[in-house]
């Protein structure tokens, strides 16, 4: 599905674009990254969260405080059986 996303996008190559466009800036800097890291910097510019990929983040969190609330109940609800 992601690939259809970008069947038409090119990312242009930053030495093309310096070929075009020289500068004498000593302290530019480029970076070159494939077409879907470059999708994912952007969402984490605009707030997915980093390692959003790898099960980190929004969803994470919530899933593992749901884990800890169930492990809690169920620990509960043992000690009631036992009575204490």
């Known amino acids: 599905m ?3 996303w970008f069947s038409d996008f090119e990312l242009a190559l930053p ?3 310096f070929l075009e ?3 004498d800036d000593s302290d530019l800097q480029s970076n070159i990254q494939s077409t879907f890291d470059f999708m994912l ?3 984490e510019i605009f707030d997915l969260p980093e390692g959003y990929m790898d099960g980190k ?3 994470s ?3 593992n405080s749901k884990s ?3 492990k809690a109940r169920a ?3 043992m000690r009631k059986g036992r009575g204490k």
């Open 68 to 70: 800890a609330a169930a």
């Open 57 to 59: 983040g929004h969803f």
């Open 2 to 4: 992601i690939d259809g």
């Open 41 to 43: 910097t952007t969402f």
């Open 61 to 63: 969190e919530e899933k």
């Open 15 to 17: 030495s093309e674009y």
């Open 21 to 23: 466009h020289p500068t």
């Open 75 to 77: 620990k509960k609800q």
